[in-house]
C-alpha cells in the first residue's frame, strides 16, 4: 500500500497537467453548438442583441447547452418523490408558480439542456457564412474607381541589407556555389554570400467605399424603429466591408435639423420634434462635397426613417436627393414602422419612388419586425448586382 | 510532497481497519490536483473515451465548482490493486477522514456480492481497460475520422443503461431453438408436473414434416440492447462494435456504484467516522477537526435549509448502517453488506422508526409547481427513495424482433414503467440508433392516453 504524488519529479503521473479532457469535449461540444447556430444563423444574428459590440468584430449569441438524449419517460403530471427534513403530511414546500403570459405551457427545458450560454463569433466568420447562405452577389464597384495607391513589395536582391530581409535560399545557393568552385574553402557561409531581399514601391489599384448612414431620429422614430434601422445598417455596412480594403462612414442624424456622429454615439442618438428629411440629406452632400470625390470612390448611401416627413419639405428633399443620388453607386431606403399595412405608402417612399422613376439606382425596404432585416439585406445586394453599371 | 502526518497514518489506519475486520485487496492512494478529480467526477473514470456530452458535464461542474457549491472528497476504483485519490488542495484532516473512507469502500467493493459478480465479470483493473479503450477509440478517430466515431458514440453512449447485468459480460449468440434441433429432453421432476397448467393443452410435438422455422430474433425479449446491437446489426463494421462492446464493458463495471450508492456510501462514512473514533494515534485536535468534515458530509440537507427534495445516500447509508451495527453487530451488519444491494437494503432495514427519525417523507410535484408533502405508509417511502434508481436509471427498453428485412423493433414496456417514454427524446435516441442500424429502426410505446404509438428516427416522420 502506497501513497503516490501526482506532482512527484518523475514525471509519470504528470500527463494530466497537461492535457484537459474535460476542456477539448467542452471545445467538441462548443464546435457542435455553431455548426447548430450556423444553421440558423439568419435568424439568431437578426436579433439586434448581436450588435452589442461591433468594435471587437464580434457578436455574442445565446444558445443552449445540447442535450445528448436518453430514453426517458415522459413528464408525468404528478411526480413523486423523497425528501427529508421538517415536513407533515399536506404542507406545501413550495406553492403553485403563476403561469407567465407569453410563456407557453410547454413542460420540459428542465435540467442541462435549457441552460444558456453565450457564444462569441467572429463577424467576418458569420459574413461568410452569411453569402454562403443567402447566396448574396457581390457588390459592383464603380468602372475606373480604382485608386492608385502606394505599396512596397518585394523585389529583387542585394548583397547588403536588413537582417530581417536575409534570403536564406539564396544565400545557401551562393554558399553552394562558391564551395563547388573553391573545394578547400571550409568556411560554410561567407560575407560574399549573404543575399538579401530588397523592397520596392509600386503604386497599386485599390477600392475604396464611402458610405453614408442617414437616420430620421425625429420624435416619432421610437425604440423598436431605431433598433431595426441599426440591424439593417449595421448588416449593410458589414457587407459592404466585406468587399472593399479601405471604407470610410459617414454617420448623420436628423430631425429639422442634421448632425454628423461618431458611429458609436450614431445609435444613442435621441431628437425631439419634426421630421424635414431635406436636412439630413443636405448635410451627406455638404460632406461628400467636403471629403470625397466621386471619380475615386465608391458611395453608398442609406437613409432609415419612419417615412413620416412634412409635405412642405417635399420638393427640396426630392431635389436634394436627386442630386446626392448622381455620386452614389446606390441608394437604399430602409422604412422602419410598427405597421404591417401601407408599406412604402409614406410621404418619404413617395420621394424615393420619384429617384427609381428618374432611372437612378435605388431600391427600398420595408422594416417592421426583425425577420424582415434578412430579406431586405438580401434585396439590397441583389438590386445593386441587377443595377445597369452607372454611367 | 504529500504531508508526512498523512503518510504516517495511512499504514496506522489500515491496520486498525484489519483489527477490526475490514478485509480488501490492497489500495494505492494517489495525490492529485482538484481538476484531474473534477475530470474523474464527470466521467467517471480517470481516462475514459472523449465525447462531446462529457464537455457539458465538466462545465457545469466546473461552474458548481467555482460557486463554491460542490467539493470533491475522494475517488476510488474498485479493482486489485484499488485505486484511490486524494485532492492535493484539501487540508491533511480533510485527507485523513477521505483515507478511512476509502477503506470503507475498499471493504465494500471486496466483499459485497454485486460488486464481487461485477468484478469478476469485467475483471480487476477497470482503470486500465477503459484507458485503452479511450487509446483505441482515438486511434479509429485517426482512420474513421472524429465525426464517424462521434456518430457511433452518441448511439453507444445513449443506450448506457440498457444492459442486462444478469447475462455474463462475454455472451454467447442465441442458440437456434431446440424444436429444430435434438429430441427434447424429457422434462424431469417439477419440469414434468408444472411444465404445463392444469388444463392446458400439451404442446403438440413438431411433426416430423413441419417445415423448420427460422429462429425468432430474439428468442426472448432482449434488455441488452448494447450487445444485441453489436451482434445483429446487419451492416455495422467491426471498430463500431468494438466500441459499443466498450460501452458496455463500462456499464457493467458502473452499474454495481449505481445499486448500491447507500450502501456503499453509508458503509464507508460508518467506517471513517468508527475507524477514526478508534484511532488513538490520531491528535485530538486533529480528531475533531476529521468529525467537521465528517458532519458536512454525511449531512441531510444543503446549507441553512430545514428541508430536502432529495435525500442524501451518504447520510441515509449512514444512519442505517449505525443503527444496524448498534442493533444487530458488526458481523450481522457485514453478512447484510455482503447480501444485498440498494433495493434489499432499504426496503429490509429501513423501518418506521428510523424513517420517522430522519424526518424522511415522500411528496408530490405538480406541473404547477406546487410541491406538497403527501401521506405516505413505509413501502411507499420505500418506492420514493428507490424509483430513480430502477432499471440503472432508464425506461424498460427491450428488442421485440428483428424483421428478416433488418428492420428493428424496440419496445418500451410502458405498463411497468407507468407512462410512455418522452416522444421528442426518444426520436433522437432512434437517429442515434439509425446511424448505426443503417436499416429501418421502430419503437412502441404509449401515448399520455395509454394507447400504442410507434416512434421512428425524427427525420422518417411522414
Keep these: 500500500m502506497s501513497l503516490h504524488n501526482g506532482e512527484s519529479g518523475d514525471g509519470a503521473n504528470r500527463w494530466y497537467d497537461l492535457f484537459s479532457r474535460g476542456t477539448r469535449d467542452w471545445l467538441r461540444h462548443n464546435e457542435k453548438v455553431r455548426e447548430a447556430v450556423r444553421e440558423q444563423l439568419p435568424d439568431l444574428v437578426a436579433g439586434s442583441d448581436v450588435l452589442s459590440r461591433p468594435e471587437n468584430r464580434t457578436v455574442k449569441v445565446p444558445v443552449r447547452f445540447m442535450e445528448h438524449y436518453h430514453f426517458t419517460l415522459r413528464q408525468p403530471s404528478e411526480q413523486t418523490g423523497a425528501g427529508q427534513g421538517a415536513g407533515k403530511p399536506g404542507d406545501v414546500l413550495r406553492p403553485a408558480q403563476p403561469v407567465r403570459p407569453g410563456q407557453g405551457q410547454q413542460g420540459g427545458g428542465e435540467g442541462e439542456g435549457g441552460i444558456t450560454f453565450v457564444l462569441e463569433f467572429q463577424i467576418d466568420d458569420i459574413l461568410d457564412w452569411l453569402w454562403e447562405e443567402l447566396k448574396l452577389p457581390n457588390l459592383q464597384p464603380k468602372e475606373g474607381s480604382a485608386v492608385e495607391e502606394d505599396t512596397l513589395i518585394r523585389e529583387g536582391w542585394d548583397k547588403r541589407g536588413a537582417r530581417s530581409r536575409l534570403d536564406r535560399r539564396r544565400t545557401m545557393r551562393e554558399s553552394i556555389k562558391r564551395r563547388t568552385a573553391q573545394p578547400t574553402s571550409n568556411v560554410p557561409i561567407s560575407n560574399e554570400d549573404l543575399r538579401f531581399r530588397q523592397l520596392a514601391r509600386r503604386r497599386r489599384p485599390t477600392t475604396n467605399a464611402a458610405v453614408f448612414f442617414v437616420l430620421d431620429v425625429s420624435s416619432s422614430m421610437d425604440d423598436h424603429c431605431r433598433k431595426l434601422a441599426k440591424s439593417f445598417f449595421f448588416w449593410a455596412l458589414q457587407g459592404i466591408r466585406r468587399q472593399f480594403s479601405s471604407i470610410e462612414t459617414v454617420f448623420i442624424a436628423h430631425t429639422v435639423e442634421a448632425w454628423e456622429f461618431a458611429e458609436e454615439e450614431f445609435f444613442q442618438v435621441h431628437g425631439q420634434g419634426g421630421t424635414k428629411s431635406s436636412t439630413g440629406l443636405a448635410k451627406a452632400q455638404e460632406v461628400l462635397d467636403e471629403r470625397f470625390d466621386p471619380a475615386t470612390y465608391n458611395c453608398y448611401l442609406f437613409y432609415a426613417t419612419d417615412g413620416h416627413n412634412f409635405s412642405e419639405d417635399r420638393s427640396r428633399a426630392t431635389d436634394q436627393l436627386l442630386e446626392l443620388a448622381q455620386a452614389m453607386n446606390f441608394c437604399g431606403y430602409a422604412e422602419v414602422s410598427h405597421q404591417n399595412h401601407r408599406r412604402l405608402d409614406t410621404e418619404v417612399a413617395g420621394i424615393w419612388r420619384a429617384l427609381d422613376e428618374a432611372g437612378i439606382p435605388c431600391g427600398s425596404y420595408s422594416l417592421t419586425r426583425e425577420a424582415d432585416i434578412w430579406p431586405a439585406i438580401k434585396a439590397f445586394f441583389t438590386d445593386q448586382a441587377g443595377e445597369p453599371e452607372e454611367a | ?462
Design chain 2, 1 to 462: 510532497m504529500p504531508d508526512k502526518r498523512l503518510q504516517d497514518f495511512i499504514p496506522q489506519i489500515e491496520s486498525l481497519a484489519r483489527e477490526l475486520g475490514l478485509h480488501h485487496f490492497p489500495v494505492d492512494f494517489e495525490v492529485v490536483p482538484p481538476s484531474f478529480m473534477m475530470e474523474v467526477a464527470v466521467y467517471g473514470l480517470p481516462v475514459r473515451m472523449p465525447h462531446w456530452s462529457f464537455g457539458v458535464r465538466w462545465i457545469y461542474q466546473m461552474v458548481q465548482h467555482k460557486m463554491g457549491n460542490s467539493k470533491i472528497f475522494e475517488v476510488v476504483f474498485p479493482g486489485n490493486p484499488n485505486r484511490a485519490y486524494l485532492v492535493n488542495t484539501n487540508s491533511v484532516e480533510e485527507n485523513t477522514l477521505v483515507v478511512a473512507h476509502v477503506l470503507g469502500h475498499a471493504d465494500f467493493s471486496h466483499n459485497n456480492q454485486t460488486f464481487v459478480r461485477s468484478q469478476n465479470q469485467v475483471g480487476y483493473h477497470i482503470v486500465e481497460q477503459a484507458a485503452a479503450h479511450a487509446h483505441r477509440i482515438e486511434e479509429v478517430m485517426e482512420t474513421e475520422g472524429a465525426r464517424r466515431v462521434e456518430e457511433v458514440l452518441d448511439a453507444a453512449l445513449a443506450l448506457e443503461p440498457h444492459i442486462d447485468t444478469g447475462q455474463p459480460l462475454e455472451r454467447p449468440a442465441y442458440r437456434p431453438s431446440p424444436r429444430a434441433g435434438a429430441p427434447e429432453k424429457q422434462p424431469e421432476g417439477f419440469h414434468q408436473r408444472f411444465a404445463h397448467l392444469p388444463g392446458e393443452e400439451p404442446e403438440q410435438p413438431a411433426g416430423r414434416r413441419a417445415p423448420r422455422q427460422a429462429m425468432h430474433i430474439p428468442p426472448h425479449p432482449e434488455r441488452d440492447l448494447l450487445w444485441f446491437i453489436a451482434h445483429y446489426a446487419p451492416e455495422m463494421e467491426d471498430w463500431e462494435r468494438d466500441i459499443f462492446l466498450a460501452v458496455r464493458k463500462e456499464a457493467y463495471y458502473f452499474q454495481p456504484v449505481f445499486n448500491c450508492q447507500i450502501m456503499n456510501e453509508g458503509w464507508a462514512s460508518y467506517w471513517h467516522s468508527r475507524l477514526l473514533r478508534e484511532a488513538d494515534f490520531l491528535p485530538s485536535q486533529m480528531y475533531v477537526d476529521c468529525m467537521k468534515t465528517h458532519s458536512d458530509v454525511v449531512r441531510p440537507y444543503a446549507g441553512e435549509q430545514q428541508v430536502a427534495l432529495k435525500v442524501n445516500p451518504y447520510h441515509l447509508g449512514y444512519r442505517m448502517w449505525e443503527k444496524l451495527t448498534e442493533d444487530k453487530g458488526t458481523e450481522a451488519a457485514r453478512d447484510i453488506m455482503a447480501e444485498e444491494d440498494d433495493f434489499g437494503f432499504v426496503r429490509n432495514y429501513l423501518d418506521r422508526s428510523l424513517a420517522e427519525e430522519l424526518g424522511l417523507f415522500v411528496y408530490s410535484a405538480k406541473q404547477n409547481g406546487e410541491i406538497r408533502v403527501t401521506e405516505s405508509n413505509l413501502h411507499e417511502l420505500h418506492e420514493a427513495i428507490l424509483a430513480p434508481k430502477y432499471n440503472f436509471g432508464a425506461p424498460r427498453v427491450y428488442v421485440d424482433e428483428l424483421q428478416a428485412d433488418g428492420t428493428l423493433n424496440l419496445r418500451h414496456q410502458a405498463e411497468g414503467d407507468g407512462r410512455g417514454l418522452d416522444v421528442d427524446r426518444a426520436r433522437h435516441v432512434l437517429e442515434y440508433i439509425d446511424r448505426v442500424w443503417r436499416r429501418p429502426v421502430k419503437l412502441y410505446t404509449h401515448d399520455e392516453r395509454g394507447r400504442e404509438i410507434c416512434l421512428k428516427p425524427g427525420w422518417d416522420d411522414d
